[in-house]
């Protein structure tokens, strides 16, 4: 890893955090591989972190989750609000690339000098959650942003990471979708604070709320933190309908583990999952090196390979042999 110094990295810092767009971009290019990573950086950034929301949107694919987010960041720049968005893109699992589309859904806010945006990919994790949107979250806090929103990929049960990452998980779901919201009970559809019934101009919309308010009494969902009520909200952010709520309910429930001390344990969790994921991901690299490097040797093996299963036969008949011919007394 390139290390710079701690003077040039500490005037780096400052310029991107009094909003320098150059200074951010180049922080956030580092992040983006762990073998770029300076070693000092990430330890910079965690003196100058740990003080923003994060506020974690997930849940069913289709259910306007851009859209949504769009909205409410104009509802949070209204109050004051310093905002990024790290939006998180499926990759291919061939070329490892991702279309990266959910920035260009939300174009509007590109000229807000209190809006970033940023689009990353999953990698292919299946936690939901990517080591460069884990280092990207601690650079936004350290930038000053006071909320910080992840878009999921929206993939169900499997993205359960956010948990770890995020102070308050909104779940987001669309009428219509009972037979998903039955099927993600065992992820997903548990770990919401806040659970957020998008497009309610629908047809189904009634049945549907009715359905997540009877799952919510009954305890099935909702079972993040239980000294928090979570709330269920109707949203239209087509129409623009009830994103206000939407951010006074993130509000609330910031206030709320703030005062229980939840909020320092989460940026314990999201820091652990940082150096699990970096440390996995160093292991996996190399071992695609390493298997690169053999992969002419693997090849003669995948040739000959009935011979080698022939072989391999008569030493186990040679082993069984000698130990027949042992004498255990």
Request: net charge neutral.
């Amino acid at each position: 890893m390139p290390s710079f110094s701690q003077l040039n990295l500490e005037e780096l810092l400052n310029r991107a955090s009094s909003g320098n767009l150059r200074a951010m971009g180049k922080v956030l290019s580092l992040l983006e591989n762990p073998y770029e990573i300076p070693k000092n950086l990430l330890e910079s950034l965690a003196k100058r972190s740990g003080n923003s929301q994060v506020i974690g949107i997930t849940g069913i694919p289709g259910s306007g989750k851009s859209t949504l987010i769009s909205r409410l960041i104009t509802s949070l720049r209204r109050n004051g609000h310093k905002v990024a968005i790290v939006a998180i893109d499926p990759s291919s699992p061939i070329s490892k690339g991702a279309l990266l589309g959910d920035r260009l859904r939300m174009q509007e806010h590109a000229t807000d000098p209190g809006v970033f945006i940023r689009s990353v990919s999953s990698k292919g994790l299946k936690g939901g959650l990517s080591l460069a949107a884990l280092t990207m979250i601690e650079a936004f806090d350290a930038f000053g942003y006071d909320k910080i929103i992840i878009e999921t990929v929206g993939v169900g049960q499997s993205e359960v990471d956010i948990m770890k990452a995020a102070h308050t998980i909104i779940v987001v779901t669309m009428p219509g979708a009972g037979d998903d919201i039955q099927a993600l009970k065992a992820g997903v559809m548990e770990i919401g604070d806040i659970y957020v019934l998008n497009k309610e101009d629908k047809e189904e919309s009634r049945k549907t709320y009715e359905y997540l308010l009877f799952a919510l009494e009954k305890g099935d969902i909702g079972l993040s933190d239980s000294s928090w009520r979570p709330r269920l909200l109707k949203t239209s952010a087509i129409m623009g309908k009830g994103i206000d709520d939407l951010a006074i309910s993130i509000n609330d429930h910031y206030d709320h583990i703030k005062k229980t001390g939840r909020f320092f344990e989460k940026v314990i969790s999201r820091r652990t999952l940082m150096m699990k994921l970096l440390a996995e991901q160093l292991l996996i690299e190399n071992v695609e090196k390493i298997y690169d490097g053999m992969q002419d040797k693997l090849n003669a093996v995948a040739r000959n390979a009935d011979k080698i299963f022939i072989a391999s036969i008569e030493i186990a008949k040679r082993v069984c042999s000698e130990i027949d011919n042992l004498d255990v007394n």
